[in-house]
């Protein structure tokens, strides 16, 4: 199990994916991205979800970018 922020960067691949010591792999939701992707004003949730979409991984600054307009 790795631990630390750089630990835990290290383990990041595109959109989200790890891969544990173990070989298994796991997919990491953000609370950022769920929060933008669900914004009760439709139209920043659709920014966010746009620009989610063209990532190879997911860039929490420009997802927010992109929900604020």
């Keep these: 199990m790795t631990t630390g922020r750089s630990a835990f960067s290290a383990c990041w691949s595109a959109c ?19 929060k933008a992707i669900t914004d009760p ?10 620009a989610m979409m063209e990532m190879r991984k997911i860039d929490i600054a420009a997802i927010e970018a992109a929900r604020r307009g």
């Design 41 to 50: 004003d439709r139209a920043a949730a659709k920014r966010a979800f746009d």
């Design 16 to 34: 989200g994916w790890c891969k544990d010591k173990w070989g298994l792999s796991w997919q990491i939701t953000p609370i950022a991205l769920t």
